[in-house]
């Protein structure tokens, strides 16, 4: 280590010391162990705020059910923004939630947002998948040779079907008996959707 001119000295809380050698290997040591205790103090007694697995999969089924819900209803708003590669479709609901279809040569992908103002939201229809893939209804509602509404009005039951590669099922049923399955991408978000923006669903069983 080089040697410090002798004569200068430095003042620390009160305390005139001279300026050695080891007087700037001690500071620098002091200033290590400080900085190493706001790392400790910030990062590792007090991690940042990470989402659980739970809370995760939570908004995932908030998205999933919103979606169902907003996609049988018309928007407050809807924008078509037109580009080079295809278009930009917004729609905008009366809670605020917002449709986005992109529309490509490719194809077209659909996302819905749950209005991020929100707070507390849940999935309050989400029920286990059945045994026999079918939920209890009204004995008249089996017979499954009527015709389907589609969009179809009202609440509805839903849930997570077979999962085939990245795409797994997710399935609605009305009250009265009509059921739909539809393809969800649980990593993009995204919906299986016709080439005109609606849903893309099969209908398992129509009433009416």
């Given at each position: 280590m080089p040697r410090l001119p002798k004569g200068r000295e430095i003042t620390l809380w009160g305390l005139t010391l001279p300026i050695t050698n080891w007087t700037v290997s001690g500071i620098s040591a002091l200033v290590l162990v400080g900085v190493?205790?706001?790392?400790?103090?910030?990062?590792?007694?007090?991690p940042p705020s990470m989402l659980s697995m739970t809370e995760m999969?939570?908004?995932?089924a908030t998205e999933v059910e919103e979606y169902g819900l907003h996609a049988?209803?018309?928007?407050?708003k809807h924008e078509y923004l037109e580009d080079a590669d295809g278009g930009l479709a917004l729609r905008i609901y009366p809670d605020h939630c917002v449709m986005i279809q992109?529309?490509?040569?490719?194809?077209i992908r659909t996302k819905l947002i749950v209005d991020l103002a929100r707070e507390n939201v849940h999935a309050s229809n989400q029920v286990v998948k059945p045994n026999d893939g079918l939920l209890p209804v009204a004995s008249a509602a089996q017979n499954c040779a009527g015709g389907c509404l589609n969009p179809h009005p009202g609440q509805f039951r839903w849930w997570y079907g077979v999962r085939n590669g990245d795409w797994?099922?997710?399935w609605r049923q009305w009250p009265e008996g009509c059921r739909h399955?539809?393809?969800f991408h649980p990593s993009s978000g995204s919906w299986d959707t016709n080439?005109?923006?609606?849903p893309r669903v099969r209908w398992m069983c129509c009433v009416h």
């Open positions: 190493g205790g706001v790392i400790y103090k910030q990062v590792i007694e007090t999969n939570a908004r995932l049988m209803e018309e928007p407050t992109r529309k490509t040569r490719r194809g797994v099922e997710v399955v539809q393809l080439p005109n923006g609606t």
